[in-house]
């Protein structure tokens, strides 16, 4: 009968080594320890045949197989629940340290990056930032600004009227009459605001934005606007970059002049961006007209005053090499993507 146990226990070691899963190691043990059908079970069903002096050992030879069998299989069960936990560990392993998938998040539109950018560079030297108007009546945009009814510089800006009183701002520079009436010098300050005239085309839209400046004090002069927008130019397009003044006409400003930047594309040996001529248009500008000081009560024989207005757009369109105006309205996320400068 021994070897009927030996059987069964090289049975037992054959198959335990194949078992990989805690289900299997269950399902092999049922076949030897179930109480009804199990091989070692189904031993104890012999004793009838086993004559009754050897009985006692027969009992006790099945029990140690049973014992031992249920050692093996609380080993072996032990030994793969550990292994799977491992596996489990391993699978699920979370690393801490690495970054996390990445947050969408917006920036700021390139006109309002430029906006920031400029309001950033002149409050540096003491401007003021006030918002400007978007409906004005004709004698802020106009009358004040020396561009009575008739005057052919209302021509230079296709007016959008609303009524024969109130129009669009074609330019920010009526801030200039608000300020002035309002404050009296010294005076320095920024006016971002949407301004609107008729015309559209590649590097025109009928709305679209401008940051004048004022400085209204005792002794100001061409040379104080040209060392200003020098700073600007240089903090916008870079160090080494300079101005020109080019003789102009404004109707509220003598002298006038339209400022140049030197081409910082090429630094000013000539290439497409500057058409060859290695200086790129910028602003216009000038000294504040003594009939404009004298509409808001400022006498010019004692104040004088500088004035400029930067469109936002081409400054920006120049600064990133942009050839259509659209693109900056157009909200192409793959466009705006690419200009953060925050
Ligand atoms: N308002 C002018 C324009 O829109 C620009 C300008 C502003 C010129 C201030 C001189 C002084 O073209």
């Known amino acids: 009968m021994s070897e009927r ?4 226990k090289q049975e037992i ?15 092999f043990k049922k076949q030897f320890l179930d109480s009804k059908a199990g091989k070692i079970g189904l031993l104890m069903k012999e004793m009838k045949n086993i004559a009754p002096e050897e009985r006692a050992s027969f009992g006790k030879g099945v029990n140690d197989l049973k014992e031992w069998a249920q050692q093996r299989f609380t080993d072996l069960d032990e030994m793969i629940k550990a292994k799977e936990l491992e596996h489990r560990y391993e699978q699920e392993r979370i690393d801490v340290t690495e970054p996390g998938a990445e947050m ?6 390139p006109i309002t990056q430029m906006r920031n950018e400029i309001i950033d560079v002149f409050s540096g030297m003491g401007f003021e930032v006030f918002e400007n108007k978007e409906i004005e009546n004709d004698y802020y945009n106009f009358t004040a600004l020396n561009t009575p009814k008739d005057h052919p510089a209302r021509d230079m800006q296709d007016t959008f009227y609303l009524s024969p009183e109130f129009l669009l701002a074609t330019q920010t520079s009526a801030a200039q009459i608000h300020t002035m009436e309002a404050k009296k010098p010294p005076i320095k300050i920024l006016c971002p605001g949407k301004v609107f005239r008729s015309d559209d085309d590649a590097t025109h839209s009928p709305m679209f934005h401008q940051m004048e400046g004022l400085v209204v004090d005792k002794k100001i002069t061409l040379c104080d ?10 903090k916008i397009y870079g160090e080494g970059t300079t101005t020109r003044l080019r003789p102009s006409y404004f109707p509220f400003t003598e002298p006038s002049v339209e400022v140049d930047v030197s081409c910082f594309e090429c630094g000013g040996k000539g290439c497409k961006l500057c058409k060859g ?3 790129i248009e910028i602003l216009g500008a000038g000294i504040v007209n003594r009939k404009v000081l004298q509409n808001c009560g400022i006498d010019p024989d004692e104040y004088s005053g500088l004035a400029f207005g930067i469109g936002l757009e081409r400054a920006t369109m120049l600064k990133y090499g942009i050839n259509n105006i659209k ?8 466009v705006l993507e690419q200009i953060d400068n925050n």
């Open 5 to 8: 146990f030996d059987e069964i």
């Open 13 to 27: 070691l054959d198959g335990i080594g194949g078992l990989a899963s805690s289900k299997a190691v269950y399902e």
């Open 104 to 109: 969408k998040s917006g920036n700021l539109h």
């Open 225 to 234: 606007l040209k060392g200003m927008l020098d700073v600007f130019v240089q």
């Open 277 to 279: 001529t290695g200086w």
């Open 327 to 334: 693109l900056l309205f157009e909200s192409d996320i793959k």
